[in-house]
């Protein structure tokens, strides 16, 4: 089996992610809707610059996170762990980042906040189908 292709069909199966930022001794989590890049390795969300999580990540890059569907049957359960670094999107980036997550996301085409690139360093995959507790990794 291919880990890195099944955790990326399963990131691209999938749209929603919490956002874990930190800085000082403050910590917040988010709820936000992703699309995915396969050939960069990166996920993409929008977010106000207002909102406590961003604050955060604005002083701190390193984020976390978790993506995990809520099956009821132990053995369907599937999620993701990962790390990587934020940026905010500018100039022709966004743009073109703004394209793809507007087709995804047509509703956010209301929303003002700037778009966000989250470069992953290492990503952790528990996949219960595979067998209880498997783990598939990838790293940056």
């Known amino acids: 089996m291919n880990e890195t292709k099944h955790i990326c069909d399963f ?13 000082n001794s403050d910590l917040w989590c988010a709820s936000c809707y992703y699309y995915f ?5 990166s996920l993409f969300i ?4 207002d ?5 955060l990540m604005i002083m701190n890059k390193n984020i976390a996170g978790t993506i995990s569907p809520q099956p ?19 100039n022709k980036d966004a743009e ?3 394209t793809i997550y507007y087709n995804k996301f047509p509703e956010a085409k209301f929303i003002s906040a700037p778009i966000w690139e989250i470069k992953l360093t290492m990503l952790k995959m528990t996949d219960n ?5 498997k783990k598939l990794f990838w790293r940056q």
């Open 46 to 49: 929008m977010t106000n610059k």
């Open 11 to 23: 990131l691209e199966n999938n749209h929603l992610l919490t956002l874990c930022t930190s800085a």
């Open 96 to 98: 073109i980042a703004n």
């Open 51 to 55: 909102s406590h999580h961003t604050q």
């Open 129 to 133: 189908s595979l067998g209880f507790g």
């Open 37 to 41: 890049d396969q050939k960069k390795m």
């Open 72 to 90: 009821k049957n132990i053995i369907d359960i599937k999620g993701i762990q990962f790390k990587g670094k934020i940026e905010e999107l500018t």
